[in-house]
């Protein structure tokens, strides 16, 4: 499996403009992170999904930030509208629970996204 | 909920020399946790858990500990290489949500 994979790499837009970010999960997981990372609040969850169903959005910052799960191996986060400080990195992540507590997530590269 | 405190920010170490990050959790409930190293420009990856049936585990130069009466767990890295050189996360896991310390930046010194 060539693992969790996001697009796209690089996005810079204008405020304003709607966002797209796009997960791949590793095949058989079925439970989907999506992560922000900045340098002044480190790694932050914003919403986790399980079996396609979202769990725990607590994290999710505003109205202007909506995940969705079509299927089973793919995931979008949309920022619409986008403003400067949505600028980080965002990661999605995958994993396998098992029957307790805890299991490894499979981090994607992450999308730095920049807006001006 | 749980919370989980990371020190130091920043680790400063000579190549070859120990390094120990260490890290608190307040929910007593939790009983995963994991380490995740992050190299520049890449996603957080495992380099080693333990769960709490289990006080210590190592792997080649990586160990970690827990200590659950006192509610911490360190990760120790022996003989200190410059590929280690990275950003390290702790995590703890009450349910199957990982609950992230801040980070430590560990930097080898040639």
């Known amino acids: 499996d060539a693992g969790v994979i996001q697009s796209p790499r690089h996005e810079v837009t204008e405020m304003g403009q709607e966002v797209t970010l796009r997960c791949k999960l590793i095949?058989?997981?079925?439970?989907l992170f999506w992560y922000r990372q900045t340098m002044m609040r480190g790694l932050e969850l914003l919403i986790y999904?399980?079996?396609?169903?979202?769990?725990?959005d607590s994290g999710m910052p505003e109205d202007r930030f909506s995940a969705k799960m079509p299927n089973a191996s793919f995931s979008t986060l949309k920022i619409q509208p986008s403003e400067p400080r949505d600028s980080a990195v965002y990661f999605c992540?995958?994993?396998?629970?098992?029957?307790?507590?805890?299991?490894?997530?499979?981090f994607g590269q992450g999308t730095r996204l920049t807006v001006v | 909920g749980e919370n989980v405190e990371q020190h130091p920010s920043t680790l400063s170490v000579q190549e070859g020399d120990s390094a120990v990050i260490k890290c608190t959790y307040s929910?007593?409930?939790?009983?995963?946790f994991p380490w995740y190293k992050q190299e520049l420009g890449k996603g957080p990856q495992l380099i080693i858990d333990?769960?709490?049936n289990v006080g210590e585990k190592k792997d080649q130069r990586i160990a970690v500990t827990l200590n659950k009466t006192a509610k911490h767990f360190s990760l120790h890295i022996t003989e200190t290489q410059p590929e280690d050189s990275a950003v390290y996360f702790c995590?703890?896991?009450?349910?199957?949500?990982?609950?992230w310390g801040a980070g430590t930046k560990l930097i080898i010194k040639p």
């Open positions: 333990i769960r709490s």
């Open positions: 929910d007593s409930a939790s009983n995963y």
């Open positions: 995590a703890a896991s009450p349910t199957e949500q990982l609950i």
């Open positions: 095949s058989g997981h079925n439970s």
């Open positions: 992540a995958s994993s396998f629970p098992g029957t307790t507590a805890g299991s490894e997530a499979f």
């Open positions: 999904f399980n079996n396609n169903v979202p769990i725990d």
